[in-house]
């Protein structure tokens, strides 16, 4: 079993920064692929981003894009979400997923999740 902790959420200004982090125990996690997805109220989860352990990333088609930015260090198990210039439509628990395949493509059903973490922007 994988158990993912994320971290770093909190309420910040439009405009602002916010660095997730996501840490991964009970196995090494650096073969998987490492997910980010988020959730608003009252919609559905949606994609954010990937890595592969190649370092292969992968964005989501939308206004993320250019803002965000995935890592991860294997040598701390753990993958990171940067988020810069921050919007008030960018609040949602963002989560946390692991993979054991080698994804290529937008995938939803990771078998690892984390519990989340709440971002909030104000405006």
């Known amino acids: 079993q994988v158990q993912l902790v994320e971290s770093g959420g909190g309420l910040v200004q439009a405009g602002s920064s916010l660095r997730l982090s996501c840490a991964a125990s009970g196995r090494t996690v650096t073969r998987y692929t490492m997910g980010w997805f988020r959730q608003a109220p009252g919609k559905e989860r949606e994609f954010v981003a990937h890595i592969t352990w190649t370092g292969n990333r992968l964005y989501s088609a939308n206004s993320m894009a250019g803002r965000f930015t995935i890592s991860r260090d294997n040598a701390k198990n753990t993958v990171y979400l940067q988020m810069d210039s921050l919007k008030p439509e960018d609040t949602a628990v963002y989560y946390c997923?692991?993979?054991?395949?080698?994804?290529?493509?937008?995938?939803?059903?990771?078998?690892?999740w984390g519990q989340g973490t709440q971002v909030t922007v104000s405006s």
């Open positions: 997923a692991a993979d054991p395949r080698t994804l290529t493509q937008y995938n939803m059903n990771y078998p690892y």
